[in-house]
């Protein structure tokens, strides 16, 4: 017994000294490149704490903070483009719904400046930026850097960032410390060696799988590609043709394996055109724009028409005719055209499927095309092989006919589906509310409504065949696709949808926040009809009763004597927004936060401006002032609690006595209800 209260006291305490911490995971270094007599470059470096992460400059609407440089203004210099930053992470985020660039561990920003006069003169600029980690995200942080210029520096042509260094700025405990560093001190970089060099660039576990992730879909692509009227009819004549032209079997497979190496080939090379011509990680910048998603809903409309039958997306025929006089010459060379010869040939069947693939292949950045072209065209390759070298497993391949049709327009179905996803980004970001939660969702209902109808042959094409009967294939996919369309239509009533949270729009962004003719008039939430206090709102959709001012909200807590649950959180914070997903909607904790606490979230990253009255001088940043509410309430949580992460969970008295040890980012429902449970009990003591 005792030992398990020892024990329990141990747990107690580490959990005390995790969540009241004051973290302070960024610091920044300075450096000045000199390029030319007129141009410098300003490099300011972030070393990141292991386990946190820093966001990109690219970041939309509604999603984490980003990074932003703010230049001070001089005659003495001008800036020349934007600031440059780095490779860094990037990840389809599933609370925002988008994809998100971060870095770890350390990054360097770089922006051109060229200079107006031959003096030596400073450059201040404030660096506003957020990081996160698994359990928390902190506040918005302002940090001034300084630039020392020094025109008679020497050229440096290197990019080495140990170079020219004049100030290092450093972070520690929200207190900034500016000393000046001697070249001559700093660290001589060193000369890494070729497997050093590998091992450094060595991608982790999380871009492997995201790798993994863009190779099966692109093979699964593939596959699917095999099966369409342009392709799969190709299959026993080109084997046949490489059989009955060689004089052996073992010619036959040589000359199938080169052709199935040419394909894999011809897509790659593919993949490489759109790397170049984009760059690594343009399309993923571009993936968050407006009229990039735009065009691509455009684009994916058009693809999707094209495989339902309205027109066919055809290469023009000379070139597939001079390709084809090529592929009649022996040899290798000849057996390379007849692989281009495909490629081309299949273009109305695999023109769509390789696009889409391609975009988002790259919007992940770095060599994602090449695995994604890679999958695709392996898949594509191998029954050309396969069948080459086991011809007598031809007789098994079902006959050519209407099925290939079939996929076809199932494709253009998919394809017509995934397109409105693409206006559902460019709304949200807009902020336009013209494409909301059920929009999107009635017409997915729709699109998979017609599919599992025309699986079920309720639903001719042009091209199909008619249908006197269905196999027992089409009839399960069909009943599959109904049994998706049945599951969505719930969400039009508020059902969250987990198995497709990643397309639609987020809950609260609907026409009505509590689903499509639902009504708030009943008797468990009685309260949403009587009149909101001074101050108060609801917390759609959850239907949470909360305060946004600290003051009101502890008025109201006296006024109906119940305890005070502090939230000090963020719009920009992911962790918070799990916690409400994931913690606050289990039944349990739900009664609790609308009936037995006064909810007062403090946003950290609020950015509205206090009145003239409400500026005070920051205590933590002595000669700043608080501009903001989120300055405000983040300094509140830092100077009171000792921490600075969000979510942070604060139960107090009415004398603003905290009744217990404050809690984070606490992923099990359990461990939570047992927190407030606490809270409670000792607050009913009190009274």
């Given at each position: 017994m005792n030992k398990n209260i020892f024990l329990a006291s141990i747990m107690l305490l580490f959990s005390i000294m995790a969540n009241a911490q004051i973290y302070s995971p960024i610091k920044w270094k300075t450096s000045v490149q000199k390029v030319s007599d007129t141009e410098y470059e300003l490099q300011a470096q972030a070393s990141i704490e292991n386990g946190w992460h820093l966001y990109s400059q690219n970041v939309a609407d509604g999603g984490p903070l980003p990074t932003h440089f703010n230049f001070t203004k001089s005659p003495d210099f001008e800036l020349l483009g934007d600031v440059k930053e780095e490779k860094g992470k990037i990840i389809n985020d599933p609370v925002f719904k988008m994809s998100i660039k971060f870095f770890e561990k350390e990054t360097t920003f770089r922006q051109r400046i060229k200079i107006n006069n031959n003096k030596p003169f400073k450059i201040k600029t404030e660096v506003e930026f957020m990081a996160c980690n698994d359990e928390n995200c902190l506040p918005p942080s302002y940090d001034e850097l300084e630039f020392n210029i020094s025109p008679i520096a020497k050229i440096t042509p290197s990019k080495d960032i140990d170079a020219n260094v004049v100030t290092e700025i450093v972070k520690e405990d929200s207190l900034k410390v500016v000393e000046e560093v001697p070249v001559s001190n700093l660290p001589?970089?060193?000369?890494?060696?070729?497997?050093?060099?590998?091992?450094?660039?060595?991608?982790?576990k999380q871009d492997l799988n995201s790798l993994g992730t863009i190779f099966i879909l692109s093979f699964l692509s593939g596959s699917a590609a095999l099966l369409t009227p342009c392709v799969f009819p190709m299959i026993p004549m080109t084997v046949s043709f490489f059989t009955k032209q060689s004089?052996?079997?073992?010619?036959?497979?040589?000359?199938?394996?080169?052709?199935?190496?040419?394909?894999?080939?011809?897509?790659?090379?593919?993949?490489?055109?759109?790397?170049?011509?984009?760059?690594?990680?343009?399309?993923?910048?571009?993936?968050?724009?407006?009229?990039?998603?735009?065009?691509?809903?455009?684009?994916?409309?058009?693809?999707?028409?094209?495989?339902?039958?309205?027109?066919?997306?055809?290469?023009?025929?000379?070139?597939a005719n001079k390709v084809d006089n090529q592929a009649d010459k022996g040899g290798i060379i000849g057996i390379l055209f007849m692989a281009l010869a495909l490629a081309i040939v299949s273009f109305s069947c695999t023109g769509p499927i390789v696009g889409t693939l391609l975009v988002e292949a790259a919007s992940r950045g770095g060599i994602a095309p090449f695995v994604g072209m890679f999958g695709f065209s392996l898949a594509l390759a191998l029954?050309?092989?396969?069948?080459?070298?086991?011809?007598?497993?031809?007789?098994?391949?079902?006959?050519s006919g209407?099925?290939?049709?079939?996929?076809?327009?199932?494709?253009?179905?998919?394809e017509l589906a995934l397109a409105f996803k693409f206006l559902s980004n460019a709304d949200l970001v807009l902020q336009l509310h013209w494409f909301q939660r059920e929009t999107f969702l009635a017409i997915w209902i729709a699109v998979f409504g017609a599919l599992a109808f025309y699986l079920f042959g309720k639903i001719q094409l042009p091209h199909d065949s008619p249908v006197e009967h269905i196999s027992v294939g089409r009839l399960s996919m069909g009943l599959l696709v109904l049994s998706f369309t049945i599951y969505m239509i719930p969400g039009l009533w508020g059902a969250p949808l987990n198995l497709i949270s990643a397309f639609p729009p987020p809950l609260d962004y609907s026409e009505s926040p509590y689903g499509v003719g639902s009504s708030s008039n009943n008797s468990e939430n009685s309260h949403l009809t009587a009149e909101l206090p001074d101050g108060a709102h609801l917390l759609a959709p959850h239907d949470i009763m909360a305060f946004n001012d600290y003051d009101k909200g502890l008025a109201y807590a006296k006024k109906v004597g119940k305890p005070v649950m502090l939230d000090f959180t963020g719009w920009a914070c992911v962790n918070c927004r799990k916690m409400e997903q994931n913690v606050w909607t289990e039944p349990a904790i739900m009664n609790i936060l609308k009936n037995n606490v006064v909810l007062i979230s403090l946003y950290v990253d609020d950015k509205r401006t206090l009145t003239a009255e409400e500026?005070?001088?920051?205590?933590?940043?002595?000669?700043?002032?608080?501009?903001?509410?989120?300055?405000?309430?983040?300094?509140?949580?830092?100077?009171?609690?000792?921490s600075n992460s969000q979510p942070y969970y604060v139960l107090m008295d009415h004398n603003e006595k905290t009744l217990l040890e404050p809690v984070g980012y606490t992923a099990a429902s359990v461990d939570y209800k047992s927190w407030l449970d606490e809270g409670l009990l000792k607050f009913s003591k009190e009274l």
């Open positions: 001589i970089k060193k000369n890494i060696s070729p497997i050093e060099k590998q091992q450094k660039t060595k991608p982790n004089k052996t079997k073992s010619q036959g497979i040589k000359k199938a394996f080169f052709y199935g190496i040419f394909i894999i080939t011809i897509y790659i090379f593919l993949g490489a055109v759109v790397t170049w011509a984009f760059g690594a990680d343009s399309l993923n910048a571009l993936s968050t724009n407006v009229w990039f998603n735009l065009i691509f809903f455009l684009l994916l409309l058009f693809f999707a028409f094209s495989f339902l039958g309205a027109f066919e997306i055809m290469l023009p025929n000379s070139l029954p050309f092989t396969l069948f080459a070298a086991f011809p007598g497993w031809l007789n098994s391949l079902p006959k209407g099925w290939l049709n079939a996929v076809k327009v199932v494709l253009g179905f998919l500026i005070v001088d920051s205590k933590l940043n002595p000669g700043k002032k608080i501009k903001y509410f989120g300055q405000k309430w983040s300094e509140m949580q830092t100077l009171r609690y000792q």
